[in-house]
């Protein structure tokens, strides 16, 4: 089983609503949460990243981890065609210097 | 470009060859990670670099791999006896140095196909 997982999707949704994207994972040593986002093609880049339990939010963007339940998720509100992309899902010990992602969850935005 | 620059983009090779990988980083970072991507999973760990050391080769899959950064900024990973398993995206990526989590920049990526 892998330390992390994540739905592989796809996810279609119309422009305009509200995405929420999850993973969990199995190692309650993992202290830092990060979502990347992967246009086709591309390399990954960094959408947002929470230490430990909590939210955090960035414009469209809200990030959530609950430690106790070993989840994570990102919500993204008014949808863009824009925001059609692969979302990954990463978690990493403190000190290991090695990211552990999730599969990945392509979504598309339809106009 | 500033970001990190990956060659070749693309890499055709028959099995058995072997095959390098270059990675020239963000200037100034001192830390030099490589990642493996397979067709539709998340990267996945081989290497990482804290100056011209490789301080984690862990996540190398066989003796098959090997990474160097011999003066401490563009890296190569090779790969002897290629097999088809090996086809995938190689990624690199760098940061300023040591982090606390933190982002990876990331290039885009060496996609090696094993005929």
């Known amino acids: 089983q892998k330390e992390v997982e994540q739905d592989p999707g796809p996810l279609s949704v119309p422009e305009g609503a509200i995405v929420s994207l999850n993973c969990t994972y199995s190692n309650s040593a993992f202290q830092y949460f990060m979502w990347y986002r992967q246009y086709s093609r591309k390399g990954p880049e960094l959408l947002m990243y929470?230490?430990?339990?909590g939210n955090k939010e960035d414009g469209r963007f809200t990030a959530q981890v609950d430690k106790s339940s070993k989840y994570i998720s990102l919500f993204i509100r008014d949808s863009q065609p824009s925001d059609s992309a692969t979302y990954l899902c990463a978690t990493e010990t403190q000190g290991a210097q090695k990211l552990v992602f999730g599969q990945g969850t392509r979504l598309t935005i339809n106009p | 470009g500033a970001g990190v620059s990956q060659t070749p983009s693309n890499k055709v090779t028959e099995k058995g060859k072997y095959v390098e990988l270059r990675c020239d980083p963000i200037s100034g970072h001192t830390a030099l990670y490589w990642y493996r991507q397979s067709l539709g999973q998340g990267p996945e760990f081989l290497i990482y670099?804290?100056?011209?050391?490789?301080?984690?080769d862990s996540g190398l899959p066989n003796d098959r791999f090997f990474a160097v950064r011999p003066e401490g900024s563009v890296s190569t990973l090779k790969i002897q006896r290629t097999e088809r398993g090996d086809s995938a995206v190689y990624l690199c990526?760098?940061?300023?140095?040591?982090?606390?989590?933190?982002?990876?920049?990331f290039g885009e990526g060496s996609r090696l196909t094993v005929l």
């Open positions: 929470t230490y430990s339990s």
């Open positions: 670099f804290q100056g011209t050391g490789a301080a984690d």
């Open positions: 990526a760098s940061t300023p140095g040591g982090r606390l989590g933190g982002e990876l920049f």
